[in-house]
Every structure is written in C-alpha cells, then in structure tokens.
C-alpha cells in the first residue's frame, strides 16, 4: 500500500494539473478580452489633422480636415455628398457658387464672401490649398447645404446626417464595451455605461451592431440591451434649395438651324423661310469665339431679327468654338471667371443690341478637363439670361460614356432647353459606312437625355441631309448632302432602295467600276418615324440641320408632329 501512495499521488497530480489547464482554457476562451483597438487603426487616421467622417451609420472612406481649429471638407467631397455647384478657379483664386439670380464669390485663402447684398466676413477661413488639395470649411459648406455635424474627440472625428429618418435605439443595462466585432474576443473600440442610449443598426443572434452617441460604431451583446425604441430626429432645413425659373414655350418648338458663313447670308433668310411651314424659331450661326479672351466674331443683324419677328418667328443667336478652331482654345477661355464674365457679358448685351430671342450654345469636342468649366459657363449664363428673359438652350451629342463631361443633368436644371444633335452617328471620318441617324441610335439619345432631363426641356434635332458613302478599294469616303440632291444621286445612278426595318430608313447600293456607293436617305419616311419617337417621349420639341438641306414636303410630315 505505501509503495502505492506515490503513484496515486501522481496520478492525481497529473488529473489536478489536467484540470487546471483546461480550466484555464476554458475561461479564456469564454472571458472577456481586455485587449483595446488601435482606434487610428480603426478610423484609417493616417495624420495628425485628418478627421474620419461617420456620414449616417457608415464610416466612409473621405476624411475631413482640422486646420487652425476648423474644419475642412475636400471639394470632391463636398461635390460627392453635399453641393455639387461650389466651383474652384485655380487660375483666379476663387470660390464661387452660381445660385438662381447670382453667383457668391470668395477669394480662395480669404475669410470674406460676396453676395448681391454684400460682403460678409466669417471667423475662418473659407476656403485654402493644402498641398495639391482644395478644401472648404464645413461652416461655409453648410450654408449652402441641409445637414447637420458633431465633433468628437480622442480621437477626432465628426458625425455627419444629411437624412433623418427614423433610427432604432436601444439601452444598455450595464456597463459594459462596445467591440470591434460580434465576440467576447474581439477587441475592446469604446466603453459605455449602464443607462447609456446606443443606436441599433443591425440585430443579430447574440450580438447587435451598435453606433454610441459620441459616433464609434461597433458590437454589444444583445442581452445587454433592453427598452428599445425610436427615435425620429428633426431635419435640418436651414437651407433652401433653389429653383432655377426657366423660361418654357407653351407650344412645341420647331427651330431651324440658319447656315449663315457672313453678314451677306442674312439675306437668304426670305428664300429659305419660303417653302417651309410651321417654323416658330431660327438659330442663326452667327457668332463663334475668335480667341482665347472670350472675343467672338459676329454677323448679326437687326434687319434680320425684324424680318423674323414679322413672321412671327423667335431668334436665338448660335455661338460656337470651333468655326475659329485654330485660334480658340475652348479650355483656356471658360477656365478663368474674367473670360467667362466678359464673354457673357458680350453675349448678353448683343442680344439685346439685336432683340434676340434666345442663345444657342454650340461648344462641341470639349475635352474631360474642361467639362466642370464648361458647365460653370452655362450656368453663369444661365443667371444672364434669366436676368433679362433670355432664352438658354444648349447643344449636346447623343449621350455616351465619354460625353458624361456634359452634365445634362445640371444643364437640365440650369437652362431652358436642352437640346441632342441626334446625328452624326456615322460620320465624315468614320472608318466604316453607316446611317448618320438610324432610328435606334435617335431613340437611344432621346431614351438617355430625359432618364437626365425633364422631357419638357428637351429638344431633338434631326437631320435634313444624307451622306453618300464611296469604298473604293480600301479607302471609304463621303459627302454630306441635302434630300434633294441625295434623291438625284440615287436617281442618277439607278440605285434600288428598299427600307431597312434596322434603321428605318430607304437604303441602297451599287457597285460602280472600282467604287462601292452606299445611301441610308433621310427623306419623308425615315423623319416621320423619328418624329414619333419624339412623340412617345413627349420632349419639347424638333430642330433642324440645315435650313436649305430639305425638301418642302417633309414640312408636312413635321406640321403633323406639331399638331399632336
């Protein structure tokens, strides 16, 4: 028995040592980690002034800034959550904002702004550079924008609410963490006390995501939760939104685009106007930019403007960049605030030199870098002509990826009309023969203008004239010409047509010798079907390129699309 002690003693060693280990394994896989996150690990603080953002319940991946004891939002971000019309000039130092009836201006750097009632100075900084990076301070941002902003810190970080809809809250019921994640593992973001009031945002099984009321946002035990409830926050509506008053004809809009090359082509507008019916405005090509301080060239009349007038018939003047392409560059001039101030400026006055109607805006190819400073134009513009009762339309190619630079959305709200050039879907320099306006192609831009638009604002512009394509061997070639002349070809040539369902249109070729001709014509036919489309989105209205390309029977079939 004695020699039998001591293994019974080890072996309950062993059993007592066997316990204790797994015991110890057991509560600390079942006690609660006292392990604290890295909370600039958390927030993605990389410096010592950035300040994460909690928009809503989310931590976004923008940061604000805290410079001289205010804060700053990036402009993109500003753009990105809350206004999208504050405008940087780089090359003038300025801040603007383009409202209804004027635009706010602030020297970048400066504590002071500018209204029509005004200067007004703040106890910041409006705007600044930090480093590459324009900035706004939040206070000026939200003048011109309803949200609300609370500061917390250690470390900094602002809570942001743009939306106030309902929120389910619930009670802690005692003190206890809020943790990274779902377990008692995970380590520890924040502490909160019993009674405390957190914001519920996802329920799970054993554990609920949870926001605290000083904006850390992570997980608590559900059985730590009781007395949930709602709460349904006050919005903020210290700002009011604007509304851009534009100008809305009360019938639909028939324009026609006058090719007028110098003062002498005024005198063509009674031959023109002869044959046709129905026309209630003329865009005269009349002005285009001619260098790159906002000068432009023109060849307007008053003579002109009576005549059309007589006829009960609106002018709204077209200006271009591209007749003097050479010596104008487009980016140059709408970049800086003192071009596009005296370009428009000019604009406006001549207008009302010549009693016209309208402004036709045509600036085509602008490249993506001056896509923010063309729409800047626009809507400085746009407070001009709203000034003086001036109608603003706006040219654009069919939507694509690479046009998005446009904005219509804003041109949409901006000016009175926006209008598509709904062809050119083929054209000169194309490396492949084709319709310039199939009808997919013209129900596509319609289809994608008014998902941006207001359709009552939108006019489509359709084609008087045909291209005659020539492949000869491996070089392909056109020419543009009107409906009469495109017929005469077909005529001369002996060239069948049929109508081609694909793109609506009377289609035909031939081979001739080494030369292959292909004509998709747009004739009667193929623009009453465009015309229906523009009736089954029920837009504002048709325009026309060129006067002098059609024939006078197609004025029928466009009176008809009128009188619907």
Same mark, same amino acid.
């Given at each position: ?19 204790? =280990? ?56 500003? !753009? ?13 130092? #300025? ?31 409006? =705007? ?13 941002? *939200? ?31 005692? %003190? ?8 008692? *593992? =995970? ?49 903020? &509506? ?10 809305? *004809?009360?019938?639909?809009?028939? #324009?026609?685009? !006058? ?8 005198? &063509? ?8 019916? $129905? ?18 060239? @023109? ?6 403007? @009576?005549?059309? !007038? ?22 140059? /001039?709408? @970049? ?18 010549? %009693? ?41 190619? /069919? ?5 998005? !630079? ?90 069948? &047509? ?27 036919? @193929? ?31 466009? $009176? ?5």
């Amino acid at each position: 028995m004695k020699k039998l002690i001591p293994a019974i003693t080890a072996v309950v060693l062993i059993i007592v040592v066997i316990a204790i =280990s797994v015991g110890i394994k057991i509560m600390d896989k079942y006690s609660y980690s006292k392990e604290r996150k890295d909370l600039d690990e958390y927030f993605s603080i990389e410096s010592a002034d950035e300040v994460p953002i909690i928009l809503q319940d989310e931590l976004i991946e923008e940061s604000a800034r805290l410079i001289e004891g205010t804060y700053y939002l990036d402009l993109a971000t500003v !753009h990105k959550y809350f206004n999208d019309r504050f405008y940087e000039d780089g090359n003038e130092g #300025l801040l603007l904002l383009t409202l209804p009836q004027e635009t706010v201006r602030s020297e970048i750097g400066s504590s002071q702004y500018s209204t029509s009632a005004g200067d007004t100075s703040e106890e910041y900084v409006i =705007s600044r550079y930090e480093g590459d990076t324009f900035y706004i301070a939040i206070d000026y941002v *939200k003048k011109y924008a309803n949200f609300s902003y609370e500061a917390f810190t250690d470390p900094n970080h602002v809570q942001i609410f743009t939306k106030w809809e309902d929120r389910k809250t619930a009670q802690l019921t005692k %003190d206890t963490a809020v943790r990274y994640q779902g377990g008692v *593992k =995970s380590p520890i973001l924040t502490d909160v006390a019993e009674g405390d009031t957190v914001t519920v945002i996802e329920e799970m099984e054993k554990w609920s995501k949870v926001k605290t009321s000083d904006a850390f946002i992570g997980y608590v035990e559900n059985k730590q939760l009781d007395n949930y409830g709602t709460q349904s926050p006050i919005p903020v &509506t210290d700002y009011e939104e604007p509304i851009y008053a534009n100008i809305s *004809k009360p019938y639909k809009i028939n #324009l026609a685009w !006058h090719a007028v090359a110098g003062t002498a082509g005024n005198d &063509t507008l009674a031959s023109a106007l002869e044959k046709t019916k $129905g026309i209630n405005t003329i865009s005269p090509t009349w002005f285009a930019l001619s260098d790159n301080d906002g000068n432009f060239t @023109s060849f307007a009349t008053r003579d002109y403007v @009576s005549k059309a !007038h007589d006829q009960g018939i609106e002018v709204w003047g077209l200006i271009d960049n591209f007749t003097n392409k050479e010596t104008v560059d487009t980016y140059e /001039v709408l @970049s800086y605030t003192s071009k596009r101030t005296y370009l428009i400026g000019n604009l406006i006055s001549t207008a009302l030199e010549y %009693d016209l109607d309208g402004i036709n805006v045509d600036f085509e190819e602008i490249s993506q870098d001056a896509g923010e400073h063309f729409i800047q134009f626009i809507r400085e513009l746009s407070v001009a002509c709203r000034a003086n009762g001036i109608v603003l339309s706006v040219d654009n190619y /069919v939507p694509t990826g690479y046009t998005d !630079h446009y904005d219509r959305e804003e041109q949409g709200a901006v000016a009175d009309y926006v209008v598509i050039m709904g062809y050119d879907e083929y054209y000169k320099g194309s490396s492949e023969a084709g319709s310039v306006a199939s009808i997919g192609f013209v129900e596509n831009g319609i289809k994608k203008t008014v998902e941006q638009v207001p359709a009552q604002k939108v006019i489509n512009a359709i084609p008087f004239y045909t291209r005659i394509w020539e492949t000869k061997g491996a070089e392909l070639t056109s020419q543009a010409v009107g409906m009469d002349l495109a017929e005469e070809f077909v005529q001369n040539h002996n060239i069948e &047509t049929r109508w081609d369902e694909e793109t609506c249109q009377n289609y035909g070729e031939i081979q001739e010798g080494d030369s292959f001709y292909q004509v998709w014509l747009e004739d009667e036919q @193929s623009i009453e079907v465009k015309l229906n489309i523009m009736q089954k989105y029920d837009i504002a209205g048709v325009a026309e390129w060129k006067l002098g390309f059609e024939k006078a029977s197609v004025w029928d079939v466009i $009176g008809n699309y009128l009188n619907k």
